[in-house]
């Protein structure tokens, strides 16, 4: 390999480590919010794809470390995956075990990520033969995810209802535009609706502030105190098998096993039934909130490896809830990658392989250590000086700026029309991956439909 490219995915990693470490712990990211648009960004400017893949592994790693540390101090999640341990973190810190809390959960991701990466590359390898049938059926395969992740929606009825009225929203904006000559009917707009439904929560309540009577209705607070507690400074190199019990470690690794063979399901939904499934043979309150963490931290690492590993190595295809979000850009990104042609049929097993090493294994290692050691620090500094609006309009104005160049000055009002039908949708219980399924499928859908 070319040492120059070599030293890129160094720096790729190290970028995306200490970005992510920060953005982690800044309350309300959404992983596919922020990851996403920036890995698209990435491969729309160039870049080489074993870089790209090395960024964004590096960067899910070390948000995935990071964005349990609100939980344990403060009682708020990073991001959506870190939501399901809001409770147990909340009953270590009652019992005054916050540093334990972040020390277990961190830890748990370690045995996470350890325990996937070899499981995901062999999962792949057991997969690949199979690639031709899955990329022949890939419409219909993501036509039955949307129908099943609808059902273990919180809104299923809705969330079945709503399958073809938006999959004709997004063809109806695609042939307004070819019809329009905004883009050429050899073209399929994809990322920028995509970035729309990522963005969709965001837009919905901005569009809302513009609403008199809603505004009134907002509770109105002042600023919110939040009271760190002191930890004791952990010297030398954190061991997570010496911080997890025996016990802990056996069943999140586990746990980790069970989430890459479920690597096709809702993320979060798994992360919260089996963590809480695993953690039930404990009737002390401390060490079944302990138990559970660790769990659910080892689940939300091993999905979000999984999810994007097994489908990109073996298949080429976004087939998982994590490949159709954060990790999008890596199958599809036009005109750079296409599902004919990206990071899967680019790159070699043994490129995936280095690319893993690099942006896991730097990733890990920083953002561990950094979080075990200096969690209360980087809170303190994270809540004092970066708001989390400024990060979440940093990402807005990215989509519309992407929105421009994938099809002029109108697609910046489609992306809208489509964030707020999808932000709406997703308030009143319609999952994320459900929408993302339909995007995929919606011109097979349409087609079968009007055939």
């Given at each position: 390999m070319d040492p120059s490219l070599l030293i890129q995915m160094i720096i790729a990693a190290l970028i995306g480590t200490v970005l992510y470490t920060i953005?982690?712990?800044?309350?309300?990211?959404?992983?596919?919010?922020?990851?996403?648009?920036?890995?698209?960004?990435?491969v729309l400017a160039g870049v080489s794809p074993i870089v790209v893949l090395t960024f964004y592994l590096?960067?899910?790693?070390?948000?995935?470390?990071?964005?349990?540390?609100?939980?344990?101090?403060?009682?708020i999640p990073g991001g959506v995956m870190a939501t399901p341990m809001v409770?147990?973190?909340?009953?270590?810190?009652?019992?005054?075990?916050s540093e334990t809390s972040i020390r277990k959960m961190i830890s748990g991701s370690v045995i996470g990520?350890?325990?996937?990466?070899?499981?995901?590359?062999?999962?792949?390898?057991?997969?690949?033969?199979?690639?031709?049938?899955?990329?022949?059926?890939?419409?219909?395969?993501?036509?039955?995810?949307?129908?099943?992740?609808a059902l273990l929606s919180k809104n299923r009825w809705l969330s079945l209802l709503i399958i073809v009225p938006f999959a004709l929203l997004i063809q109806g904006l695609r042939h307004l535009y070819w019809d329009l000559g905004v883009v050429p009917e050899n073209k399929t707009v994809f990322t920028s609706f995509f970035l729309g439904i990522t963005i969709g929560p965001i837009i919905v309540t901005l569009l809302e502030l513009l609403n008199k009577e809603k505004r009134k209705e907002?509770?109105?607070?002042?600023?919110?105190?939040?009271?760190?507690?002191?930890?004791?400074?952990?010297?030398?190199?954190?061991?997570?098998f010496k911080i997890l019990s025996i016990k802990e470690v056996i069943m999140s690794s586990i746990s980790s096993v069970i989430g890459c063979i479920t690597f096709l399901f809702s993320a979060v939904g798994i992360t919260t039934l089996v963590g809480e499934l695993m953690s039930k043979s404990e009737k002390d309150p401390v060490k079944r909130s302990s138990l559970a963490i660790a769990n659910m931290e080892s689940l939300a690492n091993s999905t979000y490896i999984a999810g994007t590993l097994i489908p990109l190595i073996a298949l080429g295809?976004?087939?998982?809830?994590?490949?159709?979000?954060?990790?999008?850009?890596?199958?599809?990104?036009?005109?750079?990658?296409?599902?004919?042609?990206?990071?899967?049929?680019?790159?070699?097993t043994w490129e995936f392989v280095?690319?893993?090493?690099?942006?896991?294994?730097?990733?890990?290692?920083?953002?561990?250590?950094?979080?075990?050691?200096?969690?209360?620090?980087?809170?303190?500094?994270?809540?004092?000086?970066?708001?989390?609006?400024?990060?979440?309009?940093?990402?807005?104005?990215?989509?519309?700026?992407?929105?421009?160049?994938?099809?002029?000055?109108?697609?910046?009002?489609?992306?809208?029309?489509?964030?707020?039908?999808?932000?709406?949708?997703?308030?009143?219980?319609?999952?994320?991956?459900?929408?993302?399924?339909?995007?995929?499928?919606?011109p097979w859908l349409i087609s079968v439909i009007a055939g």
């Amino acid at each position: 390999m070319d040492p120059s490219l070599l030293i890129q995915m160094i720096i790729a990693a190290l970028i995306g480590t200490v970005l992510y470490t920060i953005i982690g712990v800044v309350p309300g990211t959404d992983e596919t919010a922020v990851i996403a648009p920036v890995t698209m960004a990435i491969v729309l400017a160039g870049v080489s794809p074993i870089v790209v893949l090395t960024f964004y592994l590096s960067a899910i790693i070390a948000h995935k470390l990071s964005d349990s540390v609100p939980v344990a101090v403060a009682g708020i999640p990073g991001g959506v995956m870190a939501t399901p341990m809001v409770e147990h973190a909340m009953i270590l810190k009652k019992h005054g075990h916050s540093e334990t809390s972040i020390r277990k959960m961190i830890s748990g991701s370690v045995i996470g990520t350890l325990v996937s990466v070899p499981i995901s590359l062999l999962l792949a390898g057991a997969l690949t033969p199979f690639a031709d049938w899955f990329s022949n059926y890939a419409n219909q395969i993501l036509f039955t995810g949307a129908v099943i992740l609808a059902l273990l929606s919180k809104n299923r009825w809705l969330s079945l209802l709503i399958i073809v009225p938006f999959a004709l929203l997004i063809q109806g904006l695609r042939h307004l535009y070819w019809d329009l000559g905004v883009v050429p009917e050899n073209k399929t707009v994809f990322t920028s609706f995509f970035l729309g439904i990522t963005i969709g929560p965001i837009i919905v309540t901005l569009l809302e502030l513009l609403n008199k009577e809603k505004r009134k209705e907002l509770v109105r607070k002042d600023k919110k105190s939040v009271k760190l507690s002191k930890t004791k400074k952990q010297k030398g190199l954190p061991n997570p098998f010496k911080i997890l019990s025996i016990k802990e470690v056996i069943m999140s690794s586990i746990s980790s096993v069970i989430g890459c063979i479920t690597f096709l399901f809702s993320a979060v939904g798994i992360t919260t039934l089996v963590g809480e499934l695993m953690s039930k043979s404990e009737k002390d309150p401390v060490k079944r909130s302990s138990l559970a963490i660790a769990n659910m931290e080892s689940l939300a690492n091993s999905t979000y490896i999984a999810g994007t590993l097994i489908p990109l190595i073996a298949l080429g295809i976004p087939l998982s809830s994590v490949a159709l979000g954060p990790g999008q850009a890596l199958f599809n990104a036009p005109p750079v990658f296409t599902l004919d042609h990206n990071i899967h049929h680019i790159l070699s097993t043994w490129e995936f392989v280095l690319a893993v090493v690099i942006g896991v294994g730097i990733s890990l290692f920083i953002t561990y250590v950094l979080i075990v050691k200096y969690a209360n620090e980087i809170c303190i500094f994270v809540f004092k000086w970066i708001p989390h609006e400024a990060i979440l309009g940093l990402f807005l104005g990215l989509v519309i700026l992407l929105a421009f160049i994938d099809a002029g000055w109108i697609n910046i009002a489609g992306v809208l029309l489509v964030g707020l039908v999808s932000g709406t949708l997703h308030r009143w219980g319609v999952n994320f991956g459900v929408q993302f399924m339909i995007l995929y499928c919606a011109p097979w859908l349409i087609s079968v439909i009007a055939g």
